[in-house]
């Protein structure tokens, strides 16, 4: 295949190199997030939902660290 691109081949083929994410999709208070699991805390790395309204909360923004009881 030829792929005919200004890009740089490292980030065409990103994927390729990079090992699987620890990320999870979860659901807290409501919210869809996407995060990072370190033991029993969760870091916020993106806010999946599609409600505006959930971005505006300043405890579940993308970088915070969410305490969970699991």
């Given at each position: 295949m030829i792929l005919y691109t200004t890009m740089p081949?490292?980030?065409v083929f990103?994927?390729?190199n990079q090992q699987p994410s620890a990320h999870?999709?979860?659901e807290y208070r409501g919210v869809p997030l996407l995060v990072?699991?370190?033991g029993n805390?969760?870091?916020v790395i993106q806010v999946m939902?599609?409600?505006p309204m959930h971005f505006?909360?300043?405890d579940i923004?993308?970088?915070q660290k969410l305490k969970l009881n699991v």
């Open positions: 081949q490292e980030i990103a994927e390729q999870e999709q979860i990072e699991m370190k805390e969760a870091e939902s599609t409600n505006l909360h300043p923004s993308p970088g």
